[in-house]
């Protein structure tokens, strides 16, 4: 069993950055891959970002790409999500999530381990 824990969000302005970090405990973090989710008010939860065990292979939601980074180090059971030039939609409840893949997917049913999630609010 995995046990993860969100940090790192917060109030940030539009245009601003901020790193979110996924502490995982429980069990070794290289047997899984990570994704990174979010839920606005309102909305249905929806993938932002996922990365292979090794971390060599990432995919990201359209929406973010370009703008985000998603990284791990194993050595440390930790996974970041580095968020850049920030926009008020991107204001959401964010939250990581742990699959027994291989590979990363989209697909929110296949992550069988998930955090509490952690708050990011973007100002206009």
């Known amino acids: 069993q995995v046990h993860l824990v969100e940090s790192g969000g917060g109030l940030v302005q539009a245009g601003g950055s901020l790193r979110l970090s996924c502490a995982a405990s429980?069990?070794?973090?290289?047997?899984?891959?990570m994704g990174w989710f979010r839920q606005a008010p309102g909305k249905e939860r929806e993938f932002v970002a996922a990365?292979?065990?090794?971390?060599?292979?990432?995919i990201y939601a359209d929406s973010v790409k370009g703008r985000s980074t998603i990284s791990r180090d194993n050595a440390k059971n930790t996974v970041f999500l580095q968020m850049n030039n920030l926009k008020p939609e991107d204001t959401a409840v964010y939250y990581c999530?742990?699959?027994?893949?291989?590979?990363?997917?989209?697909?929110?049913?296949?992550?069988?381990?998930w955090g509490q999630g952690t708050q990011v609010t973007v100002s206009s």
């Open positions: 999530a742990s699959t027994e893949r291989n590979l990363p997917t989209r697909n929110q049913g296949l992550y069988d381990y």
């Open positions: 429980g069990s070794t973090l290289s047997s899984y891959a």
């Open positions: 990365v292979s065990r090794s971390g060599g292979i990432t």
